[in-house]
């Protein structure tokens, strides 16, 4: 009955340990989660203030698939204002979710024979889509020797006549790793004289604590030219469940090209939503921002050093995002397993490395309270004990 394409999707392996974590706690078990992707803090009230004004205002009804002009605007504003890019309203389109906005980028530009690469550790929802829409899967390998990054001459390695597509995370989840304007500028050497699209996931931009974030797009004119930014409001503000995102690309016909497939889709996102958005653009949330960032560089100093302390596990010190992928090969090679074992003994969830392309680690989400951090890693220090 299914189709092919349909069959080539699989369900997250994180659900396996979601639904295990959902069901020991529905048997009153005390279960610490450090599997969520998303923030712990409210969305701001200048947001919700917003959004509120909208519905009274009436602001209910169909708009332009694409988004309001104003939105449009504050999108292109925050552009300029944060990433030095200029893109004019036919260069943007805003979709419900950054999610949304890969699905209908990947929808616009691959196709069987397409190959693309995706460095690994990845979020898994790019090889899926590769997938989905029948092309192939190059991975590039990276590890915490190498702070997670891929280099120019592992790019140079990987691309073949068919590469159409590379995804760049910066900073990443799963290992919050952040790549340098020289870094993006060498990797953007590597791609000029192809067609390459480079498709620039900045999700996590607002959540940088040591260094500075740099938009790919913004390191050379040919890398502006080649680049998708993608971007949304999940992670910076909160707002997760208000489903907004967006792109924007100098190629023109890329965008009117997912505009099309949007019209004939889902049509517009949500009215109130966008309303809401622009205060989350427009520089009237920053206070917020900076609030939730200096709380997630506290929980991420807190969560390395104790992580680093147990003897077994080692991790990377992340420049952004709020993930920690830690290194538990000297003590399993089965990160499943491994996950399973610790939820069901010590009542901790966290993610299996294995789930994002990379086996020999656990991806740990700092994105929860202070007190829950240092119990949970007391009960994580306790289960590696006993593992010996
Ligand atoms: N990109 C990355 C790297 C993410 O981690 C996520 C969410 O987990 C998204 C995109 C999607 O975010 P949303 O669809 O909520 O905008």
Known sequence: MLTDR???LSESITIAISTLAGELKAQGKDIISFSAGEPDFDTPRVIKDAAIAAINDGFTKYTAVDGIPALKAAIANKL????????????????????????????????????????????????ELVLYYGGTVVEIETHDDNAFKITPQ???????????????????????????????????????????????????????????????????????????????????????????????????????????????????????TQKAAIAGLDGSADDDIEMMRVAFKERRDEAVKLINAIDGLSVYKPDGAFYLFVNIKELSNDSMEFCKQLLEKKGVAVVPGVGFGSEGYFRFSFATDIESIRKGIKRIEEFVEELK
Do not use: C
């Open 80 to 127: 300029k204002r944060d990433n030095n890019l200029t893109y004019a309203p036919n260069q943007i389109i805003t979709n419900n979710g950054a999610k949304h906005s890969l699905f209908n980028l990947f929808a616009a530009v691959i196709q069987k024979g397409d190959e693309a690469i995706i460095p690994s550790p990845y979020w898994v929802t790019y090889p």
């Open 154 to 272: 592992q790019l140079q390695d990987a691309l073949t006549p068919k590469t159409k597509m590379i995804v760049l995370t910066s900073p990443s989840n799963p290992t919050g790793a952040v790549y340098s304007r020289a870094e993006l500028e060498a990797l953007g050497k590597v791609l000029e004289g192809t067609d390459v699209i480079v498709a620039s996931d900045e999700m996590y931009e607002k959540l940088i604590y040591d260094g500075e974030f740099t938009s790919s797009a913004a390191v050379s004119e040919d890398m502006y030219k080649r680049t998708v930014t993608i971007n949304g409001l999940s992670k910076s503000v909160a707002m997760t469940g208000w489903r907004f995102g967006y792109m924007a690309a100098y190629n023109t016909e890329l965008i009117q090209a997912t505009k099309k497939l949007q019209s004939q889709s889902t049509s517009n996102i949500n009215s109130i």
């Open 6 to 8: 349909i069959n080539t």
